[in-house]
T-cell receptor
């Protein structure tokens, strides 16, 4: 199982919460990451969660991890126009190696 | 400020031509990575290097070559053997210490390669 899967598109009204989902297949994942990519730019690390945690909150961002179902989500509270971007989840599978496996990315569109 | 610099931002390749993409980092990181990004396919790993003078193939290495002669630099050559090179190329680095703590990858701003 190599795949990390995400929905390709999500549209949310400004001020609502956005929830971006990710499923992964490797039960040996150590860290799971969320990156943000704005148009024409590189990836910016948003947040991460260690595999023995269930939840992590950082200002408007909440990460939930369900290890049993191999499901990761990123909730963005009070979504703003500046949150429009592609969001990638990524898993690190090995403590001895910092290689990451990325999902396909979810393009978040904000509706005014 | 420490960071990763990719150049050029835009690059055009003629048929049968090799082109080299530059990636430089001043984060004192041991590990460096090259990814290719195509719409709807996420990031796919081309090559990575965990230490100077050593590198390994990623998932899509065919048609590409790299070198790692200096810790700061990890150039990627897109050869004429790569028949579909049009894509956005991203370089990243991480500490490479492989400690149990969180050592995320940091990214450059990318190079967009197109075919003339």
């Amino acid at each position: 199982g190599e795949d990390v899967e995400q929905s390709l598109f999500l549209s949310v009204r400004e001020g609502d919460s956005s929830v971006i989902n990710c499923t992964y297949t490797d039960s040996s994942s150590t860290y799971l990451y969320w990156y943000k990519q704005e148009p024409g730019a590189g990836l910016q690390l948003l947040t991460y969660i260690f595999s023995n945690m269930d939840m992590k909150q950082d200002q408007r961002l909440t990460v939930l991890l369900n290890k049993k179902d191999k499901h990761l989500s990123l909730r963005i509270a009070d979504t703003q126009t500046g949150d429009s971007a592609i969001y990638f989840c990524a898993e690190r599978r090995d403590f001895g190696n910092e290689k990451l496996t990325f999902g396909t990315g979810t393009r978040l569109t904000i509706i005014p | 400020d420490g960071g990763i610099t990719q150049s050029p931002k835009y690059l055009f390749r003629k048929e049968g031509q090799n082109v080299t993409l530059s990636c430089e980092q001043n984060l004192n990181h041991d590990a460096m990575y090259w990814y290719r990004q195509d719409p709807g396919q996420g990031l796919r790993l081309i090559y990575y290097s965990q230490i100077v003078n050593d590198f390994q193939k990623g998932d899509i290495a065919e048609g590409y070559s790299v070198s790692r002669e200096k810790k700061e630099s990890f150039p990627l050559t897109v050869t004429s053997a790569q028949k579909n090179p049009t894509a956005f190329y991203l370089c990243a680095s991480s500490s490479g210490q492989a400690k149990p703590g969180n050592q995320p990858q940091h990214f450059g701003d990318g190079t967009r390669l197109s075919i003339l």
